[in-house]
């Protein structure tokens, strides 16, 4: 009897199996929701899209997505409009003036090197040399530095520094003063 009962199963279990093997397709309705947020905003990649979706309430994985857009023959991750980091500082170089020192360290003394490099050019302006920086030494540094720059015709809005002692809080004053600009620190 068990080889009649196998024998009846084998057709119900043939007709009940999964045709294609793999993952089932995603449904339709999404498949359409994703190329639609992707065709409406450009600039959005397939995790903006999958994040979308999830705000929605939509379970669907980052890499169906992709896959969706892929197919279609969208780019699932295209070029920003915004400007990149490494962009960001070649856009604003004539805008850039940093400024810091160096040492130098030789066997008799040590060597405080204050300079500027300008990034348009890729110049480094070599200011002056002490052995001991004091405030009115720095001060009296970059006002020379501001009347340089003036005289070469470049117009540095931002003096970038670091916070170190060396630098007194007039050099803000003097920079802002002469130059009409702003100072980061």
Not at 29 to 58: C, K, M, P
Not at 77 to 90: C, E, G, H, M
Request: proline share 5%.
């Amino acid at each position: 009897m068990q080889w009649h009962r196998d024998l009846l199963r084998r057709p119900h279990a043939r007709a009940s199996c999964n045709k294609q093997p793999g993952r089932p397709r995603t449904v339709r309705s999404i498949r359409a929701l994703v190329l639609r947020l992707a065709r409406e905003n450009s600039t959005w990649d397939y995790r903006r899209i999958h994040g979308e979706l999830a705000t929605l309430g939509i379970k669907i994985a980052a890499s169906t997505v992709w896959a969706i857009l892929r197919h279609e023959g969208i780019d699932p991750a295209p070029q920003r409009t915004t400007v990149t980091w490494t962009a960001f500082p070649r856009s604003q170089a004539d805008a850039l003036l940093p400024v810091d020192f160096t040492e130098t360290i030789t066997p008799c003394h040590r060597q405080h090197t204050l300079a500027a490099i300008e990034h348009t050019t890729r110049r480094i302006r070599t200011l002056d040399t002490t052995a001991h920086p004091t405030a009115d030494w720095v001060t009296q540094t970059i006002s020379n530095l501001v009347t340089d720059v003036q005289n070469a015709g470049i117009h540095g809005k931002f003096l970038i520094r670091d916070r170190d002692a060396k630098y007194p809080a007039l050099i803000d004053e003097i920079y802002a003063r002469t130059s009409s600009a702003t100072t980061r620190s």
